[in-house]
């Protein structure tokens, strides 16, 4: 009798689960909660923490103990760098061996191409994690120990700096960052930690080894190029959107950047964002949605999917048969998979948009930003979350989870061994 074949998917889906539930109970203990909360806020709280998407439904400030935030934030720091990652550094302090499951496991978490290399990169992701997180914690400080005391000041500092890097969104206002809109020692660390923390570990080791080998992959360049250009251009459109001779220039300036990085996956807001112009909202869904880069902390379809799907309709535009980035064609199979995922992500919020018109009472454009948000992992709302009907709450519950598994992985986890391969006669149909 044969073996069954591994499913690295499924294993990724059941360990996820298993540590939405852990976090649910613990949310639930007394001495994590400042008063009695429901089972399903709960659940909202750690999956929205284990997801790293930052959507709120209580007050992380109010209504959790110092011990109920270091859940929330353990949660933060497990999903974001996921929990293969944690499982496989338990296995090398203990000394075991990884095997080839552990190993396919890692490779399909990661959205890495070889199975070789996998426990160094489990080591890399750690360091750069300890050095990245600290240093936005130090940075911090020196803001935060003056205004609340050296432990307060330090605790404010690490939370905040573990949250962004992870793009998390959670913060320890209710307001999240309004207060320091145009503070720029709060401002410009916690938008870099939320830019470090999309391009994903792959492109920081890319570029930490470029003064060597001399060059970077595909994969870096575009992210490279599109966080650049996407941040540059979103931040000129909404200061054009938002302009008012009311405000002064720099902090309209402050809050438009801060909010087209975050607006990519993270969740932070230094503006309100229920007081934004529909256009505003309207690109800040787009930002939501195209996400942050593979192998991230981030959510969405991720930047490279997007770009792999601009670069294939130019192909066709241009009568090409093959698709040429940056000198570089791609492979047929990765254009299929940004097809397919992009698919089912908007059919997805599609549905779940549709499902929230029938149960919630809020403008469309309210119910689409909520979904955007969830699917993407971003944690924005215009402040509507908390105001959820039960359904509603299961609904972004469920699409939180897609958001960070991936629609592929969930399709993937479930799927059967590939059948037969038995050829078919070719036939068109009628396109557009």
């Not at 360990?15 to 009695?36: H, R, Y």
């Not at 400030?61 to 974001?80: N, P, R, Y």
């Not at 296995?91 to 490779?107: A, D």
């Not at 969740?267 to 195209?290: A, W, Y």
């Amino acid at each position: 009798m044969t073996k069954k074949t591994i499913n690295p998917a499924l294993t990724l889906v059941l360990v996820f689960f298993i540590g939405i539930t852990l976090g649910t109970v613990a949310l639930k203990l007394p001495l994590a909660t400042t008063s009695t909360i429901t089972w399903l806020d709960a659940l909202f709280t750690a999956t929205s923490a284990m997801t790293v998407t930052g959507l709120v439904v209580l007050s992380t400030a109010h209504d959790f103990t110092v011990v109920g935030q270091l859940i929330i934030i353990t949660l933060i720091q497990v999903g974001g760098l996921g929990i293969m990652t944690f499982a496989i550094l338990v296995f090398l302090v203990l000394g075991k061996k990884i095997g080839l499951k552990q190993r396919l496991t890692i490779q399909f978490a990661l959205n890495q191409t070889s199975l070789t290399g996998m426990v160094h990169l489990i080591r890399m992701i750690l360091l750069y994690t300890l050095l990245i997180e600290g240093a936005g914690t130090f940075v911090l400080a020196w803001r935060f120990v003056p205004m609340f005391g050296l432990t307060k000041g330090l605790y404010y500092s690490a939370f905040h700096a573990i949250s962004a890097f992870n793009n998390a969104g959670f913060a320890l206002w209710d307001d999240s960052l309004v207060a320091f809109v145009r503070d720029p020692l709060i401002v410009l660390p916690i938008s870099a930690l939320i830019i470090v923390g999309g391009l994903g570990f792959t492109v920081l080791m890319d570029v930490r080894h470029y003064p060597t080998r001399r060059r970077l992959t595909l994969h870096s360049k575009l992210m490279l190029i599109g966080t650049l250009i996407i941040t540059t251009v979103a931040t000129v459109l909404l200061f054009a959107i938002e302009y008012t001779q009311i405000l002064p220039v720099n902090e309209q300036f402050f809050g438009a950047y801060f909010q087209a990085v975050t607006a990519r996956t993270a969740g932070f807001n230094s503006v309100d964002i229920g007081g934004l112009e529909d256009g505003s909202l309207f690109m800040l869904i787009i930002l939501m949605f195209i996400g942050g880069g593979s192998a991230s902390t981030a959510g969405g379809i991720k930047l490279t999917t997007f770009i792999v799907i601009i670069c294939t309709t130019l192909a066709f535009l241009r009568s090409r048969k093959e698709v040429v980035v940056l000198r570089r064609t791609l492979r047929p199979a990765i254009i299929t998979k940004a097809l397919a995922l992009t698919t089912i992500s908007l059919l997805w919020v599609v549905f779940v948009t549709f499902c929230l018109t029938l149960t919630e009472h809020a403008p469309f454009l309210t119910l689409l930003f909520e979904t955007v948000s969830a699917f993407g992992t971003v944690g924005l709302s215009v402040n509507f979350t908390a105001d959820l009907s039960m359904i509603g709450k299961l609904l972004i519950i469920v699409t939180m989870m897609l958001g960070k598994l991936g629609p592929l992985t969930l399709l993937f986890s479930f799927a059967q061994a590939e059948p037969p391969k038995i050829g078919y006669p070719h036939e068109d149909v009628v396109i557009g």
